[in-house]
């Protein structure tokens, strides 16, 4: 997954962080959990912006999972939290992304669910199906 996060400072773009990171790794595995942490210091004239990017995941075997008429049998979930905060002359601000993807074996992503939080309070809720022509919807 490519992260780029800017931030702007009197009309200018201030790049705050750039870089690739890891997102999912096959094969799956029960149990598994990875935390991949970055910060930066980006200074702008005079004014210090300090940004804290932080990505948990965490994999577990749901088993068999129901969705309309199909059963999916060794069906896995990925919960991904994807925190910022940045620290700035202007304050602090923290925004949040709790996603968690059902993923069944040679099917891939068959349900999203994805909660969007900033300074603490949610923003947006979505979930939904994937693949509906899987699925005969």
Do not use: M, W
């Not at 780029?4 to 201030?14: A, M």
């Not at 068959?110 to 900033?118: G, T």
């Amino acid at each position: 997954r490519y992260y780029y996060f800017v931030t702007y400072r009197g009309g200018d773009k201030v790049v705050l962080e750039k870089r690739i990171g890891s997102y999912l790794s096959l094969p799956l595995i029960d149990g598994y959990a990875r935390t991949d942490s970055f910060s930066n210091t980006v200074v702008v004239v005079n004014d210090t912006f300090q940004c804290f990017h932080t990505v948990d995941l965490r994999i577990s075997l749901v088993g068999d999972l129901s969705v309309g008429d199909r059963t999916f049998h060794e069906v896995y979930s990925a919960e991904i939290t994807d925190s910022r905060r940045v620290d700035s002359p202007l304050g602090t601000s923290a925004s949040e992304r709790h996603e968690v993807l059902c993923l069944a074996p040679d099917v891939g992503i068959i349900r999203k669910q994805e909660v969007l939080a900033e300074n603490g309070d949610t923003v947006a809720y979505s979930a939904e199906l994937i693949g509906s022509n899987i699925l005969g919807e």
